[in-house]
């Protein structure tokens, strides 16, 4: 596995604050990436690269812990050169930076898992889908990321590694996974961003799943969805709203629904909502 330090290169439009952030206000101050190249596991069969984002501050006060976010899909969050259309990533690291600059969210490590090319479906999927025979290695993949991943995380960086300082997320395929683990290891992630999921996979498998808890886990839940997703995408998302009410979350206390009008399922879509996602599931304390 190779560590690479420093500041990341940026693709087209990287660098470039946008509506999440606040006009007028001084240039925040950056944080830094390290790279961990060809992570391996134990339990998966494939390598892949890992993308940490520190925020500004970090190196500053040593005693210092922080929260920790992991999100699916890296290579389409802090580098439009290596996202999956170039020049179309999430911007993460600079909405990160300038928000935490203006006090808004905690600052944060974020840690960006790349996916497995040929096999996202694989291990983005909880089981496996009864037409096509494809899909199922989520629970596997939950392993790597709990028995693995977030060890090495913990150990090499100063993180508060509690799951109410413990964050996962994604978009489509990685909001489903997501989902799924958290639902799974409440007692390691607190918190969720699920956004524009893959709510239709094995026939809406993850309702049923929601619908069939048996207890309401603690976990701090942000789901939302673009209107022009398709009506069928909005109607999922509601039924996921309404099941996880029903389960016990507080719409508007735990529980965030987002639609956001005129938004596509797409990288830039989702870059809009990094902002309003960060303030929901790390906000500024107070006697911060």
Not at 120 to 131: A, K, L, N, S, W
Not at 157 to 184: C, F, M, N, Q
Request: net charge negative.
């Amino acid at each position: 596995m190779m560590t690479v330090m420093g500041t990341m290169p940026r693709g087209d439009g990287a660098g470039e604050l946008n509506n999440n952030t606040e006009a007028g206000r001084p240039e925040a101050a950056e944080g830094r990436y390290e790279r961990h190249g060809g992570f391996a596991s134990g339990l998966l069969a494939k390598e892949r690269d890992v993308i940490v984002y520190l925020p500004p501050g970090y190196d500053a006060d040593t005693s210092r812990r922080f929260p920790v976010l992991y999100l699916q899909d890296g290579q389409n969050l802090f580098d439009g050169a290596t996202a999956f259309i170039y020049g179309q990533h999430w911007r993460v690291g600079e909405t990160a930076d300038a928000l935490i600059g203006a006090g808004a969210v905690e600052p944060l490590i974020i840690v960006g898992i790349y996916n497995a090319g040929e096999r996202r479906i694989e291990e983005y999927t909880p089981t496996q889908d009864g037409r096509t025979r494809i899909g199922g290695q989520a629970d596997l993949y939950g392993r790597f990321l709990v028995e693995e991943l977030k060890p090495f995380i913990d150990e090499r960086y100063r993180t508060l590694p509690g799951a109410e300082d413990t964050g996962l997320g994604g978009s489509s395929l990685g909001g489903l996974v997501s989902l799924h683990l958290g639902i799974k290891y409440p007692h390691v992630f607190g918190k969720l961003a699920v956004l524009s999921p893959s709510i239709w996979w094995d026939r809406r498998i993850i309702l049923r799943k929601v619908r069939t808890l048996e207890a309401k886990p603690n976990v701090r839940v942000w789901i939302d969805v673009g209107t022009e997703e398709g009506d069928y995408a909005v109607k999922d998302a509601g039924l996921l709203r309404d099941a996880l009410v029903a389960r016990g979350w507080s719409l508007g206390g735990d529980l965030k629904y987002f639609e956001a009008a005129g938004a596509r399922h797409d990288e830039l879509a989702w870059a809009e909502r990094v902002g309003p996602v960060l303030k929901f599931l790390f906000p500024r304390e107070s006697n911060g």
